[in-house]
């Protein structure tokens, strides 16, 4: 009997594995295996199966501050943070995206906030609207400032090209393209009016992310329209 498609060969094969690597862990490179005991912050809706006695909790005003809360209706994203809280194994993935983890040394770190799918609850966050981009696109383009000590996961289409940044070499790039960026910077905005009125507002190439300094951004083989800009 050819058992290469037998049940028993396919139950093996994409069996869950354990690799000890502590609290977040790579199950193959499109999701994201949380050894949980305590708590963590999770994307909304990140969730594929879990394990053990886990609950979850979405945020609320009394989680982070109404001050936070109010930057978040002003924003108008749609990004909502779950926390996930007890003990046993979670499961996390984002629409088949890579997941790439970075453990934060009392470092900070801008996500895109459609690119962050977990982090420790240790790590202090807040959220950043680009005023400037804000006024162009329609509903904005908004980030989450993450600054301490842990584990941090983002997600990309693809895999993900992290471009340096140095005072005689800046970096420009699509705001829809751009995943993530060293916390010692903050772009600029940059406008290419040529290109822009020939090829219209919307033009991704016409509204560009200026970085300049010292660090890094990373960026990624997609152009990630936000619900936002889709009604818009």
């Known amino acids: 009997m ?22 977040f862990e790579m199950e193959g490179d499109r999701m994201l295996e949380v050894h949980l005991n305590g708590d963590v912050w999770t994307k909304l809706g990140a969730m594929v ?4 006695n886990v609950s979850f909790k979405r945020e609320g005003v009394l989680e982070h501050g109404l001050g936070r809360m109010l930057k978040k209706a002003i924003t108008g994203e749609g990004m909502t943070l779950t926390k996930a809280e007890g003990q046993g194994t979670i499961y996390l993935a984002d629409q088949g995206k890579k997941v790439s983890i970075l453990n934060l040394n009392n470092e900070s770190l801008y996500v895109n906030g459609n690119d962050l799918l977990a982090f420790e609850n240790g790590i202090q966050w807040d959220i950043k609207l680009m005023k400037k981009i804000s006024s162009i696109l329609a509903g904005g383009l908004f980030n989450v400032k993450l600054e301490g000590t842990g584990m941090v996961a ?27 960026w060293s ?19 919307g033009s ?29």
């Open 183 to 201: 916390g010692n910077l903050y772009p600029d905005l940059k406008t290419d009016l040529s290109v822009g009125s020939f090829l219209g507002r």
């Open 154 to 180: 983002v997600t990309t289409h693809y895999n993900p090209l992290t471009l340096k940044v140095t005072p005689d070499r800046p970096v420009f790039t699509d705001p829809n393209a751009t995943v993530a």
């Open 49 to 52: 199966a879990y394990t053990g």
């Open 2 to 23: 050819d058992n290469r498609y037998s049940i028993q060969e396919f139950v093996e094969r994409t069996a869950q594995t354990n690799k000890n690597q502590g609290l």
């Open 204 to 232: 991704g190439e016409s509204l560009q992310m200026a970085f300049q300094g010292e660090g890094f951004v990373v960026v990624q083989p997609f152009e990630e329209v936000t619900f936002q800009q889709q009604k818009g």
